[in-house]
């Protein structure tokens, strides 16, 4: 089956700086790859879209300002909480997809605790 | 509002038994695909199940087995012969790839508890 690889697993940082987290597919090239976070008590939701030949696409209430990511080739993307604070810990899932119709796979996520 | 529907936040059920997990989605898509992963406490987020929207064959992945019932939005997983290693949480998802090509929608999840 499909791997999806994320570093760290777990991390902590002080309110204000930044942390930057990775994802990689391993065996097969994702076209698509999507973070999402778990906040505390709430579902995963949905933080921004990278594909192949599109631009990294955020949802509402997520900006590039505050999570860049950069997605330099099939297997591989990255994601940085800038100034992370209270409300930005969680868990930060990365689901990579091989193509259109493919189901979304996701790895074991970052843990995200803030000071 | 929401578009996955999960009631139930908590399940408890002895191993061995048959548990039904349910699922409500809201979509006014013909082609979608629901989902069904397992959140392990480690983090991971395991892919158990898909059910396509045009696909009348009843999925089924080991233990793991769907009811879907498209006329009432409602997609059940039904997981046979429990086992302490099933405990954890379970998230319906929903993708609806004409409206946002890549977007998982997730329920709030289910926590299951197999107890010995």
């Known amino acids: 089956g499909a791997l999806v690889y994320q570093y760290p697993r777990r991390t902590i940082c002080k309110s204000g700086t930044s942390m930057r987290m990775e994802c990689q597919a391993v065996g097969f090239q994702a076209t698509s790859v999507a973070w999402y976070r778990q906040s505390p008590q709430k579902t995963f939701e949905l933080i921004a879209l990278s594909t192949v030949n599109s631009a990294i696409k955020y949802e509402q209430n997520f900006t590039q300002e505050k999570f860049p990511i950069s997605h330099p080739n099939l297997s591989f993307s990255s994601m940085t909480v800038l100034n992370a604070y209270l409300e930005d810990r969680g868990l930060y899932l990365c689901g990579a997809r091989r193509a259109v119709q493919d189901t979304q796979y996701f790895g074991p996520g970052t843990r995200l605790l803030v000071l | 509002a929401e578009k996955v529907i999960q009631v139930w936040s908590t399940a408890s059920r002895q191993e061995g038994e048959e548990l039904t997990l349910d699922c409500s989605y809201e979509?006014?898509?013909?082609?979608?695909?629901l989902f069904w992963y397992k959140h392990l406490l480690s983090g991971e987020m395991v892919f158990l199940i898909r059910?396509?929207?045009?696909?009348?064959a009843k999925e089924r992945s080991g233990r793991y087995s769907v009811v879907f019932q498209k006329s009432l939005k409602s997609i059940s997983l039904i997981i046979s012969a429990l086992q302490p290693d099933d405990s954890g949480k379970y998230f319906c998802?929903?993708?609806?790839?004409?409206?946002?090509?890549?977007?998982?929608?997730f329920g709030k999840g289910t926590h299951l508890h197999v107890l010995p």
């Open positions: 979509t006014s898509q013909v082609l979608y695909h």
């Open positions: 059910q396509t929207s045009s696909s009348t």
């Open positions: 998802a929903l993708w609806e790839p004409d409206t946002n090509a890549y977007k998982v929608i």
